[in-house]
């Protein structure tokens, strides 16, 4: 991080990183405004401050400190016009922090109930055609494909948990084809402006920052194999690459709620584009 300007928000510390201008921390906040996140000055919570990222969109492995903060940051892409952050951006940020649906508004939402191993390349699948339905290249019907399949294990087999924080399924993925009623999860898929939305949910509220920050540790090198979760640890790395933003929300202990944009053009090359990451842990 650099010593970039910051603007204190409505307990939101919207700070440039050393990719930025002080201009354009300044220009981002009426379009942060416009989109409904809060821009008046207020009490800073006791727990500190909750930090708004703005940079070019370019994760590094610097990056990672930024998501092992108290709260972790919010990093913001400036990828809109005049290097301002995109509206849709900004709409979905406001949303993640006033608790509201992360899904655009008036988009038809496609919701699919999963218990059985079986049922997540049947949601890939399902997600991979309503790609083409919307006229959406072939690169980025695998990508969404890809997408599903790494939110869904993650969400059917890593967050389940028994009343000791052990988890029921991560560690036997390979034995598994059903995961009790009460361990369902939920992926949901909808087609806007040329994007698809993913957003999987699941009833245990356990996701963490680290993870994340571990993925972005590597970030422009090998992908590095962590099999400490019961999984091959490379479905983060795998998401981050695809999307164009990811934005996750906990409430711990009862439910984690994960966003992901992919993107419906032909460009290949995806992990070098510009990024958003938002964690909001509640």
Sequence with gaps: MSTAPYLEAGGLLLIADESL???????????????????????????????????????????AELLRREPPALL????GEEGR??????????????????????????????????????VADAASAAVGQARGS??????VADVVHELAVNALLDAPVDAQGQQRYAHRRTEVTEVAAEDACELSHAVEDGRM??????HFGGLRPGPFAR?????????RVDASGGGAGLGLR????????????????????????????EARRR???????LFCLQ
């Design 21 to 63: 201008s002080a201009a354009q921390l300044e220009q981002a906040a009426p379009a942060l405004a416009q989109g409904g996140v809060a821009l008046h000055r207020g009490p800073v919570p006791a727990a500190g401050p909750r930090r708004l990222v703005l940079f070019d969109g370019r994760l590094a492995p610097s990056h």
């Design 76 to 79: 913001l892409a400036t990828r």
């Design 85 to 122: 952050p995109a509206a849709w951006d900004v709409r979905l940020l406001g949303a993640l922090l006033r608790g509201g649906p992360l899904l655009p508004d008036g988009a038809a939402v496609t919701r699919h109930r999963m218990q059985r191993v079986a049922d997540i390349n049947t």
């Design 138 to 143: 072939r690169v980025a019907a695998g990508l």
């Design 197 to 202: 939305w993913l957003e999987v949910v699941d």
């Design 215 to 223: 993925a972005l540790e590597g970030w422009g090198g090998r992908v």
């Design 238 to 265: 795998r998401i981050l690459e695809h999307c164009a933003t990811v934005a996750v929300r906990v409430s711990v202990g009862r439910e984690s709620r994960v966003l992901c944009v992919v993107d419906l053009g």
């Design 271 to 277: 992990a070098t584009q510009p990024k958003s990451l």
